[in-house]
């Protein structure tokens, strides 16, 4: 009896796992997953290795870790998010939304490559509460610049208090507004190939509008990085067709044709890809 019930707690401790990592983005494409031994053998999630191996022999059988709640959890604890940051966040997890912001890994990866770049003058498309931008800010040197643009005037608040408490709101030029509309203003005002650095995060079905519009402002061996390229692991899902799926699906597909920029897709958060101009 008592070991009928607990092979049963193995197979249900092993089967929620599987579900929990089939349903990940960062699994969601492959065809056959595994579990190391010690998850089988010990029936403890605690314990598990799981690992990604797909059928192809072309991938050379290459194991990719899955990102479980408890390395994620690792991963989380070796970022260095500064005080103004976490309050920001959690205060933004109290609000409608808050899933839009971006993760404390993201923040600091975007943070990194305004640093990589020496940049001086960056644009961020979609703001929200304004987490990755004051993140950016925050990297930027005194004479920086970024350029935020945001069409809801509640969040933007919340930003621009947290621009204020961080000492960074010199930094930040604010355009509330459509970010297509401020992306053409910019260009119109003669800044093209000024800026070093832009993120968006913001409307999926203008993603390649948005594109368009920054590699005009962005400089050759500048940046352009593009958040949620992986939309919960829709764009892998051939039965998921809807409008801002299917955007996100043909952007990937035509930023692999677009010899203008050098493209790196990270798996970091729901899926970025970095974006060099060429």
Same mark, same amino acid.
């Given at each position: ?16 796992? @599987?579900?929990?990592?089939? =349903? ?24 598990? @290795? ?14 990719? $870790? ?17 005080? $103004? ?12 939304? #808050? ?35 004051? @993140?950016?800010?925050? @990297?930027?040197?005194? #004479? ?42 910019? +260009?119109? =005002? ?50 998921? =067709?809807?409008?801002?799926? +299917?955007? +996100? ?30």
């Amino acid at each position: 009896m008592a070991t009928g019930l607990a092979m049963n707690r193995c197979s249900i401790s092993v089967c929620r796992t @599987a579900d929990v990592l089939l =349903n990940r983005p960062t699994v969601s494409v492959v065809r056959n997953l595994k579990f190391n031994r010690r998850l089988i053998g010990n029936c403890s999630i605690a314990s598990a @290795a799981p690992f990604v191996v797909a059928e192809d022999e072309k991938y050379g059988n290459k194991q990719v $870790i899955s990102l479980t709640p408890r390395l994620y959890d690792y991963i989380l604890s070796n970022v260095r998010e500064p005080e $103004i940051l976490k309050q920001l966040r959690e205060e933004t997890a109290k609000m409608r939304g #808050s899933q839009m912001q971006v993760s404390p890994d993201q923040a600091q990866l975007l943070a990194m490559l305004v640093q990589i770049l020496g940049a001086e003058r960056c644009i961020e498309v979609g703001v929200y509460t304004g987490y990755s931008s004051l @993140a950016v800010a925050l @990297a930027l040197p005194e #004479s920086g610049r970024l350029v935020a643009c945001e069409r809801d005037s509640n969040s933007l608040e919340v930003a621009q208090r947290y621009y204020e408490l961080a000492g960074v709101s010199h930094k930040v030029i604010v355009k509330h507004g459509l970010a297509a509309e401020s992306l053409k203003s910019l +260009i119109e =005002n003669g800044e093209g190939s000024s800026y070093d650095f832009a993120f968006v995060d913001a409307d999926k079905r203008m993603y390649q509008d948005y594109f368009e519009l920054l590699l005009q402002l962005v400089r050759v061996g500048g940046v352009i990085v593009m958040d949620n390229v992986l939309w919960h692991g829709r764009v892998a899902d051939p039965m998921v =067709n809807d409008a801002k799926t +299917i955007s +996100i699906r043909n952007f990937n597909k035509n930023l692999m044709d677009d010899e203008r920029v050098s493209i790196s897709m990270v798996p970091i958060g729901d899926g970025m890809t970095i974006c060099r101009k060429i």
